[in-house]
C-alpha cells in the first residue's frame, strides 16, 4: 500500500494540495520555509514553522482509513505500508515497519552526526544529545533526497507485489508515485482509492472513488473479498 496525505485528511490534516501549498508561514510560502535552503539560512525559523505544526498534529487521532490499514498487516502474510505522510498517523493507529519516504515530522535529527531524538516521547532539545551539535526535522524538504534506502526498498517490495493499493496520493510527486507503475509493471492487481481522479487512475485496475476513511471499512466485513 502506497499512502498519501488523503488518508490523514479526515483526520483534520490539510493535504498538500487541497490548499496547504498556497499556505503562507509568516510572510514565507510553504515551499520557502520548508526548503533546505531556508535550514542553511535560519534554522530557528524553521523549527518555529514545525514545533507549530508538531503542536497542531498533537490533537489530531487516526481515522477509520489508519486503522484498517494498520489491520491490513496482520491479515495479509506479506503487507507493506509505505507512506508520504510525516505526521506519524499510521503508526498511532498501531501500523508496524512503515517506509517513511519523507521522513517524519515527531523526530529531529542532527546535522552533524545523524543522531535521531524523538519528540513524540519527550520535548525537543536545544542540541544533539550525542554531539551538541545543530538539529534539525527528520522530514524531506523541497530541495532535498529521499532518506537513503527507502525508496529502494519500496520499490524492491513493489516489484514483487500481487495487490497494491494506491490511497489518498495525488501522484504527482515522484519517485513516489512510481511504485504503483513497477508493482503494475510486475503483473500486480492496482486498486486507487481516492475521491478524485489522479495521473495514476488510468493506469489502475480498479479505482474507487470515495474518501479512504469511508472505503477502506468496507473490506472489513464477512463479504469483504481481501
Ligand atoms: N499528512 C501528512 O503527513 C502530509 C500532509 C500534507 C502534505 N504532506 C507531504 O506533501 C506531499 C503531498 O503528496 P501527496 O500525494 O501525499 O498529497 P497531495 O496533497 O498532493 O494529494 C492528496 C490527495 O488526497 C486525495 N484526498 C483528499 N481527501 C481524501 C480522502 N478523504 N480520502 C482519500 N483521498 C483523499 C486528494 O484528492 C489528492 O489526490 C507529500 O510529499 C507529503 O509528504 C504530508
Ligand atoms: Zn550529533
Given at each position: 500500500?502506497l499512502?498519501?496525505?488523503g488518508?490523514?485528511?479526515?483526520?483534520?490534516?490539510?493535504?498538500?494540495?487541497?490548499?496547504?501549498?498556497?499556505?503562507?508561514?509568516?510572510?514565507?510560502?510553504?515551499?520557502?520555509?520548508?526548503?533546505?535552503?531556508?535550514?542553511?539560512?535560519?534554522?530557528?525559523?524553521?523549527?518555529?514553522?514545525?514545533?507549530?505544526?508538531?503542536?497542531?498534529?498533537?490533537?489530531?487521532?487516526?481515522?477509520?482509513?489508519?486503522?484498517?490499514?494498520?489491520?491490513?498487516?496482520?491479515?495479509?502474510?506479506?503487507?507493506?505500508l509505505?507512506?508520504?505522510?510525516?505526521?506519524?498517523?499510521?503508526?498511532?493507529?498501531?501500523?508496524?515497519?512503515?517506509?517513511?519516504?519523507?521522513?517524519?515530522?515527531?523526530?529531529?535529527?542532527?546535522?552533524?552526526?545523524?543522531?535521531?531524538?524523538?519528540?513524540?516521547?519527550?520535548?525537543?532539545?536545544?542540541?544533539?544529545?550525542?554531539?551538541?551539535?545543530?538539529?534539525?526535522?527528520?522530514?524531506?524538504?523541497?530541495?532535498?533526497?529521499?532518506?537513503?534506502?527507502?525508496?529502494?526498498f519500496?520499490?524492491?517490495?513493489?516489484?514483487?507485489?500481487e495487490?497494491?493499493?494506491?490511497?489518498?496520493?495525488?501522484?504527482?510527486?515522484?519517485?513516489?508515485?512510481?511504485?504503483?507503475?513497477?508493482?503494475?509493471?510486475?503483473?500486480?492487481?492496482?486498486?486507487?482509492?481516492?475521491?478524485?481522479?489522479?495521473?495514476?487512475?488510468?493506469?489502475?485496475?480498479?479505482?474507487l472513488?470515495?474518501?479512504?476513511?469511508?472505503?477502506l471499512?468496507?473490506?472489513?466485513?464477512?463479504?469483504?473479498l481481501?
Open positions: 500500500m499512502s498519501g496525505a488518508v490523514s485528511a479526515e483526520s483534520g490534516v490539510p493535504t498538500f494540495r487541497g490548499g496547504g501549498n498556497t499556505a503562507v508561514w509568516k510572510g514565507m510560502r510553504f515551499d520557502v520555509i520548508s526548503s533546505a535552503e531556508m535550514v542553511e539560512r535560519d534554522l530557528p525559523a524553521v523549527w518555529e514553522w514545525f514545533d507549530y505544526r508538531r503542536n497542531f498534529l498533537h490533537e489530531l487521532m487516526p481515522n477509520p482509513a489508519h486503522y484498517e490499514i494498520a489491520r491490513w498487516q496482520d491479515r495479509f502474510a506479506e503487507f507493506t509505505v507512506t508520504q505522510n510525516i505526521d506519524g498517523l499510521h503508526q498511532k493507529a498501531g501500523a508496524r515497519d512503515v517506509i517513511e519516504l519523507h521522513g517524519n515530522i515527531w523526530r529531529a535529527r542532527c546535522i552533524a552526526c545523524g543522531f535521531t531524538h524523538d519528540m513524540a516521547q519527550s520535548k525537543r532539545p536545544d542540541a544533539c544529545l550525542e554531539c551538541g551539535d545543530r538539529l534539525r526535522p527528520d522530514v524531506v524538504l523541497f530541495g532535498e533526497m529521499l532518506p537513503p534506502g527507502a525508496f529502494e519500496a520499490a524492491a517490495r513493489a516489484s514483487k507485489c495487490l497494491c493499493f494506491v490511497v489518498g496520493t495525488s501522484a504527482l510527486v515522484y519517485p513516489a508515485a512510481g511504485l504503483p507503475e513497477i508493482a503494475k509493471a510486475a503483473g500486480a492487481y492496482v486498486v486507487e482509492v481516492n475521491p478524485e481522479r489522479t495521473p495514476l487512475s488510468s493506469l489502475c485496475d480498479e479505482v472513488t470515495g474518501k479512504a476513511g469511508e472505503v471499512p468496507l473490506f472489513n466485513n464477512e463479504n469483504s481481501l
